[in-house]
């Protein structure tokens, strides 16, 4: 149990269009999402936590204008990155967690890699 | 303040014991995690630590001494596919996760 899926795995996109990436968790509800971006050989970087219903809360120095996330049901995230940029090609992972589950464990998507041209 | 330390880079030989270092300084603790990732794939879940001790899991364990704000992942009979970041986080106050930058264990033949 607890599988977290990404679309697209990866995207390609000229600079100035909105890609947007959906995050699912396909058997548990997960009440919080968390967004990461990963540069290469760089660790993670939490980009917001997305809860269901509510607003998402981002993190210092990421512009909630450009990284539109939205949390509408208790399995789907989607992070929309709008007017892309060379800049913002990275690796985007989410990842879940089941408030259902003592341990607060995140469980995360396979990522989805997108590249800016 | 909240700091998670790890080394950067760690060099095995393979069939041998490594053991990675996670030392934190955190607002509150409800726990800590190590994950995998290999290279350009997600992180996946190793174990998890909230009671001081040792936590064995097949080849991998992971021991937790709250009082010296210290853990370590151990990992036996190291394989090729062991190479990877070995990321350590721990569960805040606020149930936030915060992550260490992560230790790229290299395993040689």
């Known amino acids: 149990g607890a599988v977290v899926s990404q679309h697209p795995s990866w995207v390609i996109c000229k600079s100035g269009t909105s890609v947007k990436i959906e995050c699912r968790s396909l058997?548990?509800?997960?009440?919080?999402m968390f967004w990461y971006r990963q540069f290469p050989k760089q660790s993670l970087m939490l980009m917001a936590t997305?809860?269901?219903?509510?607003?998402?809360?981002?993190e210092q120095g990421v512009e909630k204008d450009k990284f539109l996330i939205n949390h509408a049901s208790l399995t789907l995230s989607t992070l929309t990155v709008t007017s892309a940029h060379p800049e913002d090609s990275s690796f985007y992972i989410c990842?879940?967690?089941?408030?259902?589950?003592?341990?607060?464990?995140?469980?995360f998507g396979p990522g989805t890699r997108l590249t800016v041209l | 303040g909240q700091n998670i330390d790890q080394p950067t880079e760690m060099t095995a030989t393979e069939g041998a014991i490594v053991q990675i270092n996670c030392t934190y300084q955190t607002s509150g603790f409800n726990g800590l995690f190590w994950y995998q990732q290999h290279a350009g794939e997600a992180p996946t879940f190793l174990s998890y630590n909230v009671l001081d001790g040792l936590e064995e899991k097949g080849r991998f364990s992971s021991f937790l001494s709250r009082s010296k704000g210290y853990s370590y992942l151990l990992l036996k009979e190291l394989q090729m596919k062991d190479s990877a970041s070995y990321l350590c986080?721990?569960?805040?106050?606020?149930?936030?996760?915060?992550w260490g930058a992560g230790t790229k264990l290299i395993i040689k033949p």
């Open positions: 990842s879940a967690r089941d408030f259902k589950r003592e341990m607060n464990e995140q469980f």
């Open positions: 997305s809860n269901e219903g509510s607003k998402a809360t981002y």
């Open positions: 986080a721990i569960t805040d106050s606020n149930y936030q996760l915060i």
């Open positions: 058997d548990f509800q997960a009440t919080t």
